[in-house]
């Protein structure tokens, strides 16, 4: 019978073995349908001597973030949540990263391939699917859970030694570690209202006044959410947000006349939400893109676009390695181009980026 690793002192020698692994497979498994934070209920970790399922329910994992911080590269797939997850609970992120699907796409595969279909692409090898909506948090789990979530982490390691040596091969391995890279970068991990205009998109089409409170009431929310725990939705919805910022009321009694407003929520929410709309600003802080490109930026965008499906094409990669399309969009709209400017797109872009960014940067400073 598989057993979970709920003891201290295990949990202190598994470390020692970590930092002494030269590589170190890792997977998490976590709920967030009730909560703000997500509750990591699993962790899965794979060395050279071990496979090892440890309970992180009544145990301290702190130690752990430190062991995963040593040489070794720390192999995962799709690891973004898994390392937010663990910074969230150790305070630290491991490293070095090999995340193997960003490693599959830069090798050829689809940029968003599961770890199931890359284990059956690469390694010829069938996994079991019919665990994949589990509640984690129950105990105890079943053997058969036990052996999904174990083989979560079992063929990370030869999927490194695959992955690795293709990209070696096509000169693209420093491309990995630029990428993986920006996995380690904290920022990545933070939310404010810079990211608000990327998740909410239903801002853009707001007046610049309504957008400022809107951005506001986000933040107002956020904190919330963070103070109790909360998903964001079960605080304020999306939609009496949106609903506060175009009718923007000045005292309790405007809320009556909101249609997505939950009368539920007056007493305790009201007041703050009324604070937050006279404290925004005439403007966003950070404004939200257009929702349609200008004609000229239309110009630019199919240019762009040509550009790089030509570039990825050339490469046998998807496009959206490159850049996606929103990213894309956005840039023409006057965002940073941001990775598409530096690292291996810039040299894949060419000169033909270099040029199309700085006209891109003339147009707009000639609009301001």
Sequence with gaps: MTALLTDPGALAALCAEISAAPWVGLDTEFVRER??????????????????????????????????????????HAGRQDLELLLQETGRLPSPLFDTQIAAALAGHDDQIGYAALVAAVLKIELAKDVTRTNWAARPLSERQLAYAQDDVRHLEPLHAELG?????????????EDCAVLADLALYRFGPEQFTRRYRQGAGLAPRAQAIFQELLSWRE????????PRSWVVSDAALLELALRAPSTVAGFQKLREWDERHTERYAAGALAAIAD???????PWPAPRLRPEEDVFYQALVGLVDTCARDLGIPAGVLGSRRALKEIVQGASPGSLARGWRAGV????????????????????
């Design 35 to 76: 909560t703000y934070y997500a509750k990591l209920c699993l962790i899965q970790i794979a060395t050279p001597r071990t496979l090892v399922l440890i309970d992180p329910l009544g145990l301290d994992i702190g130690p752990l973030g430190q062991a995963l911080a040593t040489t070794g590269p720390k192999i995962l």
């Design 165 to 177: 040596a293709a990209l070696a091969r096509l000169g693209r391995a420093e491309w990995l570690r």
């Design 223 to 230: 904190g919330i959410a963070r103070e109790t725990d909360l």
């Design 280 to 286: 925004a600003p005439p403007a966003p802080l950070y």
């Design 349 to 368: 872009l060419g000169s033909e980026g270099a040029r199309l960014f700085a006209e891109i940067a003339a147009f707009h400073d000639q609009s301001r």
